[in-house]
């Protein structure tokens, strides 16, 4: 499992169910997309807009405690900004993209 810790969340809306269910919809609804164009552009080695999109995922992922993916999209969006160890990243894309898909099938079950 990615192990969702939702209580940065909890602790910044005051606990409020429907203000956190919204943000799992729209973290569910919006994923997705990032994560098709982040796929997309390691498909064509387009590695600096692979560091914007991973920059564009990193609140989703602090603001769902989802720790061990924050490293990991840290280093994607760094490798790709800097064009550095792209012979790594085309995997580490992958493996990134597997456990955000893991994360959301977590997070459905919170609502």
Known sequence: MANV???????ISGGDKE??????????EET?????AIKEHSDSSNWTEVGKTAHKLKSSIKMFGLGNLKDEVLDIEMSGKNNQNVDLLAGKVETFIAKCHEAMEELKLHL
């Not at 810790?5 to 602790?11: I, K």
């Not at 203000?19 to 569910?28: A, G, K, Q, S, V």
């Not at 997705?32 to 098709?36: E, F, T, Y």
């Open 5 to 11: 810790d939702l209580s940065y969340l909890n602790e």
């Open 19 to 28: 203000f956190i269910d919204e943000m799992i919809n729209t973290f569910l």
């Open 32 to 36: 997705p997309k990032d994560l098709a």
